[in-house]
């Protein structure tokens, strides 16, 4: 059984830097995961993933040079490291994966990959960013 628990959130002003962290145990060696923000009112949007078979990292294009995607296998953990934050990256974030997946590149990003009996959610770290 997979269970995901995000941590490191919190208040803080532009500019600033946070380090996310999803603690990951059940997480298979074949598995994709991912970091989702979702902001009020707004859809659930992927903005970093990784596949555990290659590593190779994807980002969406409002992630790409301030966000970084990491994981340690031996610690079941995934990271999410935020620099220059902004007020527009205000949002609960969302650690996800999802076992039995061979998903690369911008796929990692698709929610749909996230879905079904094989894909897994935390409940959320909130990051709220003033101005």
């Known amino acids: 059984q997979v269970q995901l628990v995000e941590s490191g959130g919190g208040s803080v002003q532009a500019g600033e830097s946070l380090r996310l962290s999803c603690a990951a145990s059940?997480?298979?060696?074949?598995?994709?995961m991912a970091w989702f923000r979702q902001a009020p009112g707004k859809e659930r949007e992927g903005v970093a993933g990784?596949?555990?078979?290659?590593?190779?990292?994807a980002y969406a294009d409002s992630a790409k040079g301030r966000f970084t995607i990491s994981h340690d296998n031996a610690k079941n953990m995934m990271y999410l490291q935020i620099y220059s934050l902004k007020p527009e990256d205000t949002a609960m974030y969302y650690c996800?994966?999802?076992?039995?997946?061979?998903?690369?590149?911008?796929?990692?990003?698709?929610?749909?990959?996230?879905?079904?009996?094989?894909?897994?959610w935390g409940q959320g770290t909130q990051v709220t960013v003033s101005s």
């Open positions: 059940g997480v298979t060696d074949n598995s994709c």
């Open positions: 996800t994966a999802r076992t039995s997946c061979s998903g690369s590149g911008a796929g990692l990003l698709n929610p749909a990959v996230y879905r079904g009996p094989d894909a897994y």
């Open positions: 990784i596949a555990h078979h290659h590593g190779t990292p």
